[in-house]
């Protein structure tokens, strides 16, 4: 099995997306175990001083002004944690806890936070054996970090409250761990603290958002390639000198998807041939490489800050090297925050201009020649009518999940958490629309490789050709008389989802972006 190291330096996307989704086991380098001790070291001297110092002898938040004494600081740190692991509503998905978890291992052992190397061992320990904490939908105002999640895993460590098991079964935190031999934590002074003060859970959902659209990027551009083919444009608009004199990558990234998955195509071109003949083709078809490459541009910008975040040390206070332990802001959510709610508005304008595609290839007076809906028998039969509806209320959901979160702030803490980032909140929304972009992105598949079956007698390309025959291959139907469609759908869903469509394709178009 893989095993992630973690050491001072942060960590990699890839490493978190290894532990979260994949079940790598992790391990604590020598060095981070040095700066562990090392900053241990220090908030153990600062405790031991008359004078008052945050996070490590007094209150916290708007509690700040009281000092407390060395007889109550075991209980103020334990404290911190059960009044904080207050979330409420539905659970958070597994893969989502063990981000969290990770990315809060990750800032312990920079060594920049004071926690002792036994706690941060057992969080090793607990991840490692696959123990995930029960953490709630809401909780988090992404200031402060995320707060109530990072509590209810901080919880676990202490052997208290609910988490689940390798097996699937929530049990007392206490009992699972006594089953794999380790021992509850009890936190000193500034671990609970430590342990609470993170952007863990945003990131993490940012990180697993940034891979799942990448994948959608590519299957969009292959879907958009198809729509185009079936309805018998021209591919002369992908051409390289046109997307050279606009130079934004993402666009020429996307045009030469398109380019690739066209290549030997008989249907491309026909625009001019018709009864009707057309000049260009419209703005869905022929903007696909500016719409998508403008996404394909953010993501980029996303995981850029991402990256960033990945080798940040968020604490409040944090151990400095010269000995100092300072409060600071670098918990607050924004820069993280920002990125998610941008992610949304571009998922949302790649989704809406998939379903105008397939609203084009349904409606016989714009489809070139397809019958209406591209049904068997139009009127008898209603073809992908509804389907193009359940296509059209996820774009629309798409578009309210667009909202920006981060704009929202809303006081927390009697005013002294006067404004916040709202970044849970965004990077939640964000896995809802992901999800519902690959479901958007299916139902084109489903429509334009129907549409270019029906196109009989002019031969497709062949990656459109080998796309067409996996998704046959993986139990979706092509034309034919009405049936119930849902089946169909979910399989077209998981074909795009899981990266069916673009592993179908790259074999004759080589590597896409």
């Known amino acids: 099995m893989h095993t992630v190291v973690v050491g001072t330096s942060g960590t990699t996307v890839e490493d978190v997306i290894a532990v979260a989704r994949g079940n790598a086991r992790i391990e604590l380098s020598d060095d981070a175990v040095t700066a562990l001790a090392a900053a241990r070291g220090i908030v153990d001297a600062l405790a031991a ?45 597994r893969e989502v806890v063990r981000a969290l978890m990770f990315l809060r ?9 004071g926690v002792r190397p036994e706690v941060a061992q057992t969080m090793v320990d607990v991840l490692n054996a696959g123990i995930t904490p029960v953490v709630h939908e809401y909780g988090s ?78 299957s969009a551009d ?28 993402g666009q020429a990234a996307s045009a030469a998807n398109m380019s690739a998955v066209l290549k030997g195509s008989e249907l491309t071109g026909h625009f001019q041939e018709e009864e009707a ?42 151990v400095l090297p010269d000995g100092r332990v300072e409060s600071n802001g670098n918990f607050h959510g ?32 714009r489809s070139h ?8 028998d139009a009127g008898v039969d209603s073809g992908l009518m509804i389907a193009q509806y359940t296509q059209a209320a996820l774009v629309s959901e798409m578009k309210r999940l667009a909202v920006p979160a981060s704009v929202d702030s809303i006081p927390s803490s009697a005013m002294q958490e006067d404004h916040v980032s709202m970044g849970w909140s965004a990077a939640r929304k964000l896995r809802t629309a992901v999800g519902n972009l690959a479901r958007i992105i299916a139902v084109e598949l489903y429509a334009s490789t129907r549409a270019i079956e029906l196109r009989r007698g002019l031969t497709p390309a062949p990656a459109s050709k080998a796309a ?35 592993a179908a394709v790259e074999p004759v178009t080589g590597p896409l972006a």
């Not at 995981?303 to 409040?316: G, H, I, K, P, T």
């Not at 993280?336 to 409606?363: C, M």
């Not at 020649?369 to 068997?376: E, K």
């Open 277 to 318: 003949p057309r000049v260009q083709d419209a703005y869905s078809v022929r903007c696909a490489p500016q719409v998508a490459g403008a996404g394909r541009d953010t993501l980029a910008y996303a995981l850029l800050v991402a990256e960033r975040e990945l080798a940040s040390a968020v604490d409040n206070p944090v």
């Open 334 to 365: 924004a820069p993280v925050a920002y990125v998610l709610d941008f992610l949304a508005i571009a998922a949302a304008d790649l989704g809406s201009i998939a379903e105008r595609r397939t609203d084009r290839l349904l409606d016989k007076n």
């Open 105 to 113: 291992l990750k800032t312990v052992a920079s060594g920049h936070t």
């Open 468 to 502: 067409i025959e996996a998704l046959r291959a993986a139990g979706v139907e092509g034309p034919g008389p009405d049936r119930f469609l849902a089946p169909d759908l979910a399989a077209a869903e998981v074909f795009v989802r899981d990266g069916q469509l673009v």
């Open 141 to 218: 105002l992404g200031c402060s970090g995320d707060l109530a999640p990072l509590s209810h895993c901080a919880l676990t460590l202490m052997g208290e409250g609910d988490a689940e098991g390798p097996d699937g079964t929530v049990r007392p935190a206490g009992e699972l761990m006594a089953a794999h031999g380790i021992a509850p934590v009890e936190l000193r002074e500034k671990e609970g603290l430590a342990l609470l003060n993170g952007t863990d859970g945003m990131l993490g959902m940012l990180i697993m958002a940034i891979a799942d659209l990448k994948r959608l990027y590519t």
């Open 49 to 93: 001083k008359p004078e008052p110092v945050y996070g490590v002898s007094t209150g916290f938040g708007a509690l700040a002004t009281r000092h407390i004494g060395h007889d109550l600081r075991t209980q103020l740190q334990r404290n911190i944690v059960r009044s904080h692991a207050a979330g409420m509503g539905p659970r958070v998905e």
């Open 369 to 376: 020649g397809l019958p209406p809906f591209l049904a068997d």
């Open 222 to 249: 292959i879907t958009a390639a198809l729509s185009l083919e079936a309805l018998l444009g021209t591919d002369k608009v992908l051409a390289p000198e046109l997307h050279a004199i606009r130079p934004h990558p």
